[in-house]
């Protein structure tokens, strides 16, 4: 039973352009959040999806957008790149309801803009 | 503004010893808190977690206290191993359940570095 995955692992983008990072949840899983990763820092919530719908959000602007597919996979939006959207996104996903033993991250994407 | 803080960003410790990893957290409604393990080029894993309504939780080798007066928790690692060698990250769930469906807020991490 592969775990989450994300793809691609690495990307490179240049400033301005947009960018779609995607993630397969684990089997059995049905909600998916992604964070982002700065250098040196912690990951930060940018939203959650469950049954295709925004759930939850974080403090991210508009260009950061999303979606959920009938299978529960998950794609990541990010338009206007900006040099500081250079960073690791990770998706985690859960079974709603399990506790957080129960959620699992991806390795993540790691995006780099110049 | 950082809800969750590790103060140090790295640590290095004797394999055989006790590794203590620290967090302060500033919101006193956040009822639950958790910590994850990362190495590179993996996602965090889920190590431990603490209720508020304890003051200390064990699994295994990893120990965590909590001290809600002082809005402190500590990682205590027992023996350390060098396949404890990582970044270590503790969070607690905005909302303050134990249900997974809560957004996290995480502190910037603590590198644990164990020397053989």
Redesign the interface.
Known sequence: DAG?TQSPTHLIKTRGQQVTLRCSPKSGHD?V?W?QQAL??????IF?Y?EEEE??R?NFPDRFSGHQFPNYSSELNVNALLLGDSALY?C?S?L?????????????TRLTVL | DQQVKQNSPSLSVQEGRISILNCDYTNSMFDYFLWYKKYPAEGPTFLISISSIKDKNEDGRFTVFLNKSAKHLSLHIVPSQPGDSAVYFCAAPIGGSNFGNEKLTFGTGTRLTIIP
């Not at chain 1, 040196?40 to 919530?45: A, K, L, N, R, W």
């Open positions: 989450v909600t959040s964070y040196g820092q912690g990951p930060q919530f959650q469950y759930r939850q974080g990770l985690a859960i709603d309801g399990s506790s957080y033993n129960e959620q699992f991250f991806g390795p993540g």
